[in-house]
């Protein structure tokens, strides 16, 4: 089946470690994106590629940075230089055509 | 700056009570409005795209209409089922979206 995985699911870490969190599709998408969601709020955009060896700053991409060697994969490191780390991270993928994105399970990451 | 303010911020419903979402939205130059349905703890699921002023699109109890500065959601006759958070978002140029902070949605039967 085609779809879009991250893992892992939960994640705990303590204050001042980097932490990566995994993005892999299986869709033959050409872009891929990383947002974060709060308690009660909307999606904010972290990342996000267009094609491979190439990506963009979206709204909050401070403490935050990628990579994307491989058109299925697009792990994103949280730094230690993100002030407010804990939250929920999705991962996200579209064609460049209709743009309709298609989203993964998420991964919760807590940090103490 | 691309804006979307979706209302309510929470809807209440009882079984069978059809209701609507709204999503307005601020934009230049519409590429598609995308509406999505998200669960607790879940990723957003994808329901519909719409373009143009007039569209409608329908899925079983939903259907979504756009005006050049709002779209509805409408939901017929829901069920405890749909009970979730309805996200909307809009694309401009290139291939990020907007999102708006999402309504939720609480059926009781």
């Known amino acids: 089946d085609g779809g879009i995985t991250q893992s892992p699911k939960y994640l705990f870490r303590k204050e001042g470690q980097n932490v990566t969190l995994s993005c892999e599709q299986n869709l033959n998408h050409d872009a891929m994106y990383w947002y974060r969601q709060d308690p009660g709020q909307g999606l904010r955009l972290i990342y996000y590629s267009q094609i491979v060896n190439d990506f963009q700053k979206g709204d909050i991409a401070e403490g935050y940075s990628v990579s994307r060697e491989k058109k299925e994969s697009f792990p994103l490191t949280v730094t230690s230089a993100q002030k407010n780390p804990t939250a929920f991270y999705l991962c996200?993928?579209?064609?460049?055509?209709?743009?309709?994105?298609?989203f993964g399970p998420g991964t919760r990451l807590t940090v103490t | 700056e691309d804006q979307v303010t979706q209302s309510p911020e929470a809807l209440r419903l009882q079984e069978g009570e059809s209701s609507s979402l709204n999503c307005s939205y601020t934009?230049?130059?519409?590429?598609?409005l995308f509406w999505y349905r998200q669960d607790p703890g879940k990723g957003p699921e994808f329901l519909f795209t719409?373009?143009?002023a007039g569209e409608e699109k329908e899925k079983e109890r939903l259907k979504a209409t756009l005006t050049k500065k709002e779209s509805f959601l409408h939901i017929t006759a829901p069920k405890p089922e749909d009970s979730a958070t309805y996200l909307c978002?809009?694309?401009?140029?290139?291939?990020?979206?907007?999102f708006g902070e999402g309504t939720q949605l609480t059926v009781n039967p």
């Open positions: 934009v230049s130059g519409l590429r598609g």
């Open positions: 996200a993928s579209s064609t460049s055509t209709d743009y309709e994105q298609y």
């Open positions: 719409l373009y143009s």
């Open positions: 978002a809009v694309r401009a140029s290139g291939s990020r979206l907007t």
